[in-house]
């Protein structure tokens, strides 16, 4: 039993290895269908370009339109075939909290930037960018008919979260520009486990509010969503060599820390226009740590922010669900900190967000921690 899961788990991390790749595909028709017969300005170039990689930023649209809110019915029905189902089909609730607002808001603005990165991706592999080509042609069928189904999957919930900000008088959101800080497929795998992660993270808080706020209408939908990301996940952990399911509770979030990761890490700063300054969440300064897949031990993190710490109290972690662990910080240079990581009394395994906070807490929840940041969110991540 033991051997042969250990056989299976080298056989799906061969799907990250690099080697030189038999070509068998129809990814012509999906990509033309993507890109359409000349690619979007800024995207990445020509399907029919060799391989050679474009580093250039993502720029929407889609040959179909998308994110746009107005896609033609046949547009709409092309991405359901894609993505294996459809949009929800039930009325809008007849009322929406403003803060709920800002949640569907978030969601749709998350879902978008994940169209373009499964976008970039489908192209990197199916155009075998170096870094990207699958050795195994098994597991590259997998991979690709797995990226398809997402990319189109995603379309779909922004779809839906944009019909309902529009359905509540709210300008949809719009697409940006992306910048992707990966390379190779075994990188953007581990990114997708990371957002995902942090996907999941807030998604349950973003339930929360509809609950406090008397929506819960929304809760289902949004729980259904959860689900789906959780199979995702379960894919790009396997392929990576890892346990599917990290961990028994998945690690809580904020929705200012989500949003505040996507502008920090992959938005090109200025390029969404309304999009960003009419959602109504913080984007915090950005906080690195070092190292940031640390190995599964209690250890001393290094963590920097470029901007004004003078206020910083404490550094807080949050782990699955568990209260946040404030820790002790200790400067070592101009907004240069380091501090204890309590892994073995707390087995932090799985997503960890660490936050600078201008107080020692207690701190009941990740919206508490939200409340206090200075900096953040940093993300560590263990198996
Ligand atoms: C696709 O490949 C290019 C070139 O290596 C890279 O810059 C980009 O980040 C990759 N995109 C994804 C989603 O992996
Ligand atoms: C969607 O709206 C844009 C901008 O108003 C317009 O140019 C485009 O033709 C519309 N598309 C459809 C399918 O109605
Ligand atoms: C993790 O552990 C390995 C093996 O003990 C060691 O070589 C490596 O330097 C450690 N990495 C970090 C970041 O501590």
Do not use: W
């Not at 209408?217 to 995702?232: D, K, M, N, T």
């Amino acid at each position: 039993m033991l051997s042969k899961s250990i056989a299976t788990f080298a056989t799906l991390a061969a799907i990250v290895s690099v080697h030189a790749a038999p070509v068998a595909s129809s990814s012509s028709n999906l990509l033309s269908k993507l890109y359409g017969s000349s690619s979007p300005a800024g995207a990445p170039a020509a399907p029919t370009e060799a391989a050679g990689g474009d580093t250039t930023p993502f720029v929407y649209p889609l040959s179909n339109g998308f994110p746009a809110n107005n896609l033609s019915k046949d547009s709409i029905a092309a991405i359901q075939a894609q993505a294996f189902g459809t949009i929800p089909n039930g009325p809008a609730p007849a009322s929406l909290a403003n803060d709920d607002i800002t949640s569907l808001e978030l969601i749709a603005f998350n879902e978008i930037f994940e169209v373009a990165f499964f976008t970039d991706l489908l192209y990197n592999v199916t155009n075998k960018v170096p870094g990207y080509e699958v050795s195994n042609d098994a597991d590259y069928q997998q991979l690709v008919a797995t990226i398809t189904a997402v990319q189109a999957q995603e379309e779909l919930h922004a779809l839906f979260a944009n019909s309902a900000v529009a359905a509540f008088g709210h300008p949809a959101i719009q697409g940006c520009a992306y910048n992707f800080p990966v390379s190779t497929l075994k990188d953007a795998l581990s990114l997708a486990k990371l957002f995902t992660d942090v996907v999941l993270g807030v998604l349950p808080n973003i339930q929360s509010h509809f609950a406090a706020n008397g929506d819960a209408a929304l809760i289902p939908g949004v729980g259904s969503v959860i689900g789906q990301e959780g199979e995702q996940n379960g894919y790009y952990r396997t392929a990576l060599g890892l346990v599917p399911s990290a961990l028994p509770f998945l690690t809580a979030s904020s929705r200012a820390f989500a949003f505040s990761a996507l502008n920090q890490f992959f938005v090109i700063p200025g390029s969404c226009q309304a999009s960003v300054s009419q959602i109504n969440l913080p984007i915090f300064p950005a906080l690195a740590v070092s190292p940031a897949q640390p190995n599964a031990t209690t250890q001393t993190l290094t963590f920097s922010s470029s901007s004004d710490c003078s206020k910083a109290a404490a550094l807080v972690y949050i782990n699955q669900q568990n209260t946040p662990i404030v820790v002790d910080i200790t400067q070592s240079g101009s907004g240069v900190f380091t501090a204890n990581f309590p892994y073995s009394d707390n087995l932090m395994n799985g997503l960890t967000i660490a936050a600078l906070v201008s107080s020692k807490g207690p701190f009941a929840d990740a919206d508490a921690v939200a409340a206090a940041t200075i900096a953040g969110p940093a993300f560590i991540e263990i198996n």
